[in-house]
C-alpha cells in the first residue's frame, strides 16, 4: 500500500495538468453548447436548440461526409501502404542493400510527420495551383494539358486532392510503427515458414500482419483520430472551400466560433465531434481486447 501511495504522487501534475487543460475546457465546452453566445455578455440558456439546428444543417451533414473520406485517406490507405513499404523496407532493403539505407528511407517517410503544417499545406498549395503549380507544368510539359485542373479550386477535385495530400503526409507514421513491430518478430517463424513451402506474401499476410496486430490497432485508432480532427491542413490548403467541398467538423466549429461569432452552435459541433471520438476509441479498444483474449484462449 505505501508503494502504491508513493507511486499516485507521482501522477499529481499530470493529473492536474490534464485537468486544467483538457477536463475543464471540455465541461465549459459542453455547457456553452446548451447556449446561444457571441463570445462576449451573458450566455443565453437555449437546451437542446444548437444540437436540433445541427441534425438540420446540411454544412454538419457534408462534413461529417468529407471526414469519411478523409478517414479512408489518413487511416485505411496509409495503414495497408505502410505495412507493405514496412516489410520491404525490413526484409528486402535492409538485407540487401544495408540497415542504414533501410533507416534512411524510413526517416524520408516519417519527415513530413515532423515538418510544420503549414509549411507542407503552403507547398502543396504551390504544387497544386493552377496557374504556376508544378503538378500542371508537369501534365503541361507531357503534352497532358487535358488532364491539368484547378485542384484545390474546383469543387469536383478539391476532397480528392486534399486526400492526396494527407496519404504522403500520413503512411511515414505506420512505416516507423510497422518496422518496429516487425523486429519482434521470431526469425525461427519464418524460417519455419519457408521449410513449409511459404513464400514471401504468405509469410508476410499469415506471421507478419499477425504478429504486429498491436501496432496495426494504435496505428488506426490513432490515425482515425487525426482524421476526425484535422484542422491545420484544411485552413492551410482550401479554408473548408470550394463552396463546402472540403469541409471537415472542426473546422466547421472554428468557423462558427470565430468568424460568425456563434460560440454556443461551434460548441455543440464540437462536443459532437469530441463524442464521436470517444466512442470510436472504446469500440477500437474493445475490439483489440477481445482480439487479445482470442489470442491467448
Known amino acids: 500500500m505505501r508503494s502504491g501511495r ?8 499530470g493529473a492536474l495538468l490534464s485537468l486544467v487543460v483538457v477536463v475543464v475546457p471540455l465541461v465549459m465546452n459542453v455547457g456553452i453548447s446548451f447556449t446561444r453566445w457571441q463570445g462576449v455578455g451573458t450566455p443565453e440558456w437555449i437546451g437542446l436548440d444548437n444540437y436540433t439546428r445541427l441534425l438540420e444543417d446540411d454544412n454538419f451533414w457534408a462534413s461529417f461526409r468529407n471526414i469519411i473520406f478523409l478517414i479512408v485517406a489518413m487511416a485505411v490507405v496509409p495503414t495497408l501502404i ?19 539505407t533501410a533507416s534512411a528511407l524510413r526517416s524520408g517517410f516519417y519527415l513530413p510527420q515532423v515538418l510544420p503544417v503549414a509549411v507542407t499545406g503552403i507547398v502543396w498549395g504551390w504544387i497544386l495551383n493552377p496557374s504556376f503549380g508544378a503538378l500542371n507544368a508537369i501534365l503541361t510539359s507531357a ?23 494527407m496519404i504522403w503526409f500520413q503512411v511515414g507514421y505506420p512505416v516507423v510503427m510497422f518496422m518496429s513491430g516487425l523486429q519482434r518478430v521470431d526469425p525461427e ?30 496505428v488506426l485508432v490513432t490515425t482515425t483520430i487525426a482524421a476526425l480532427k484535422i484542422f ?22 472554428y468557423q462558427n466560433f470565430f468568424e460568425k461569432a456563434q460560440v454556443g452552435y461551434g460548441s455543440a459541433i464540437a462536443t459532437v465531434l ?22 491467448l484462449a
Do not use: C
Open 6 to 13: 508513493g507511486y499516485a504522487a507521482f501522477l499529481i501534475p
Open 82 to 100: 505502410g505495412l507493405v513499404l514496412a516489410a520491404v523496407l525490413f526484409d528486402y532493403v535492409a538485407k540487401a542493400i544495408g540497415p542504414r
Open 143 to 165: 503534352q497532358l494539358d487535358g488532364l491539368a485542373k484547378n485542384w484545390l479550386g474546383d469543387p469536383a477535385y478539391a476532397l480528392y486532392s486534399v486526400m492526396v495530400v
Open 189 to 218: 517463424l519464418y524460417e519455419a515458414a519457408s521449410i513449409d513451402g511459404a513464400g514471401w506474401w504468405r509469410r508476410f499476410t499469415r506471421i507478419a500482419v499477425h504478429q504486429i496486430k498491436p501496432e496495426i490497432y494504435v
Open 232 to 253: 491545420g491542413q484544411i485552413y492551410v490548403l482550401t479554408r473548408g472551400g470550394p463552396g463546402n467541398a472540403t469541409l471537415v467538423p472542426s473546422y466547421f466549429a
Open 274 to 295: 469530441a463524442l464521436i471520438i470517444v466512442v470510436l476509441s472504446v469500440v477500437f479498444l474493445r475490439i483489440q481486447a477481445r482480439d487479445e483474449r482470442r489470442d
